[in-house]
């Protein structure tokens, strides 16, 4: 693996998610955050990927951590997890892959035949489905911690498991 | 004028500004089941109970004193959906210091006006970094230096056109199309004129800022928690908008003759 073409790719994730949450209009405060997370998801994704994993399952792994970090990160700043988990995700949209599908789509459209006809078709359903699981893991996977806690809002959520109070003083 | 009428005012009072909240929460893009949490939040403060009618461009609320005699009902429009994070944060921070420090109204009234009040990221902060996002989103298509840079200009040039041509109060999908068509063509031009070498990398990208992330999420947490309209209609609005993306490019295709 290439540490430093993965690294130089991961701050690109954090560069990416900071453009998309300065669009959004974030509070300041939470800048530095996004970046953060938007690096953590892009490394985990790209990690995934130099592993054989398919690129779903990848942008699943990456969103999944995204979400998990989205909570700790409400607590320390103050605001609620999406603020911080979507501009991070929106950078692992897979872009070139919606690119082919909708050019795909527009030949089928046009005067084609046969054989040709059959190989667009194989290529354009193969990436629109692509993009479709991969749309839809990011979004599940930003919020699958959120299900898993079985809380309303993060306010009261700790990742960590609290020491009860007695037990607390005795340490 | 009977008894009641100071406690009536009250409750059509707090109605007003829970609805005021819940609008400026959905279009701010929050999603429908954080909207209904916080108003019905604020609502518990008060010692009412509230009942909320979610929909993409309007909301409706029944506000319920303890005993049930007096309630309040009002619809709201919801303006126009733009996504503001700051809002949603500072509605959301409020929401608990309402429930905790028993706010009333005129602070309510007074902090909402302070939020709105809120700056938005000036011009020259928001075009270069949303153009170094486009440059991202080359790099991860395995884009070249050249193509980064063809992607940076397209990006700040699409931008710059979007928001002028939201001034000039276009349709918004419109807007978008505006957007990805100037986009596309500067990339497109570069490519034309061979600074670069495979158009694929800086010509798909360079519409990418304009992605729907905000709908499409929200569509999603919508369909988990149960509010099936809202999710379609959040999904349809952003499938509308990645039509328009997809229509601009198109565009520049067929003057620039690609294939």
């Known amino acids: 693996m290439d540490w430093t073409l993965l690294l130089e790719k991961v701050v690109w994730f954090g560069i990416a998610a900071i453009g998309f949450a300065v669009l959004f209009n974030v509070p300041v405060r939470t800048l530095p955050a996004t970046f953060i997370l938007g690096a953590v998801g892009g490394f985990c994704k790209l990690f995934l990927l130099e592993h054989q994993t398919t690129i779903i399952l990848a942008s699943l792994g990456g969103s999944l951590a995204i979400g998990l970090l989205s909570i700790s990160a409400a607590h320390i700043k103050h605001a609620p997890p999406l603020v911080f988990s979507t501009p991070a995700v929106i950078p692992m949209v897979p872009g070139i892959l919606a690119y082919r599908m909708m050019l795909g789509l527009i030949k089928l459209a046009g005067d084609v035949t046969g054989n040709s006809y059959n190989s667009i078709l194989n290529e354009t359903v193969n990436n629109g489905l692509k993009v479709m699981l991969i749309l839809m893991s990011l979004a599940g996977g930003v919020a699958i911690p959120m299900l898993i806690a079985r809380k309303e809002s993060v306010k009261h959520l700790r990742l960590k498991k609290k020491i009860t109070g007695t037990d607390k003083e005795k340490v | ?259």
């Not at chain 2, 403060?45 to 029944?62: D, G, H, P, W």
């Not at chain 2, 200009?153 to 807007?175: D, M, P, S």
């Not at chain 2, 061979?194 to 992330?213: C, D, K, Q, Y």
């Not at chain 2, 209609?233 to 620039?256: D, E, K, N, P, Q």
Request: aromatic share 10%; glycine share 8%; hydrophobic share 45%.
């Open chain 2, 1 to 259: 004028m009977n008894e009641a009428s100071p406690r009536n005012n009250q409750i059509k009072r707090v109605g007003f500004i829970l609805l005021e909240i819940g609008s400026i929460l959905m279009s701010s893009g929050a999603s429908t089941e954080r909207v209904r949490r916080t108003v019905q939040r604020i609502a518990n403060s008060f010692n009412y109970k509230a009942e909320l009618f979610i929909t993409f461009s309007a909301l409706s609320i029944t506000v319920i004193n303890p005993r049930g005699s007096d309630t309040y009902n009002g619809i709201k429009r919801t303006p126009s959906h733009t996504v503001n994070f700051k809002t949603v944060s500072g509605i959301s921070r409020m929401s608990w210091a309402v429930a905790e420090e028993k706010w009333t109204v005129d602070q309510i009234r007074h902090e909402l006006s302070r939020l709105n009040a809120l700056p938005h990221y000036s011009r020259y902060i928001t075009l270069p970094l949303v153009g170094l996002a486009g440059a991202a989103f080359c790099r991860f298509a395995g884009g070249t230096v050249s193509d980064l840079l063809i992607v940076f200009v397209a990006t700040v040039a699409g931008l710059f056109v979007r928001q002028e041509i939201t001034k000039l109060k276009f349709n918004q999908y419109l807007c978008i199309y505006f957007a990805s068509f100037t986009a596309s063509l500067i990339a497109g031009l570069s490519v034309k004129l061979g600074m670069g070498g495979n158009h694929e990398h800086a010509f798909a990208t360079s519409v990418l800022f304009l992605i729907p992330g905000v709908p499409l999420i929200n569509s999603f947490s919508d369909v988990i928690d149960g509010n099936l309209q809202n999710a379609l209609i959040r999904g349809l609005h952003g499938f509308v908008i990645s039509f328009a993306i997809a229509l601009g490019l198109l565009t520049s295709m067929i003057l620039y003759k690609f294939s």
